[in-house]
């Protein structure tokens, strides 16, 4: 059991989503292992602080040709779409929890990659965020 001070701590880092930013600040880092690690996440913070005041990208592991790398492995016949649950089940696995679940094309069964994109670009720069907004 947590001692009220520890819960106290655990609220003001989940509050201010500080695990957040420490995962994505050491994914990134571990991604690019830049010859000047400090200097690296200097600039990863700042960049943060300047989309936050602007509407600017926030920094971001998984890029555009990620998903459409994403969608094809899900459309290998080239379709164009998806189904609802392969749409829900890869934005989950790209760790996006807060995401439409019932886009455009849902009641079709038809997630078409426009669609797919925009929705895990959306979830992806709310996570990547990871600031109060």
Known sequence: MATPREQ??????EKHKIPELMDNLTSTLFFHRPETPSEFLITQLELLKASRLQPLDCPCLIDES???????ILDPVKQGYITLTQYKLAL???GIKDFDECPEGAVLNRIS???FKKQAKDGLLKSSA???T
Request: without cysteine; charged residues 20%.
């Open 8 to 13: 106290e701590a655990a609220n003001y880092l």
């Open 66 to 72: 990620n998903l459409d790398a994403v969608f094809g």
């Open 92 to 94: 989950a696995t790209l």
């Open 113 to 115: 990659q426009e669609t």
């Open 130 to 132: 990871t600031f109060k």
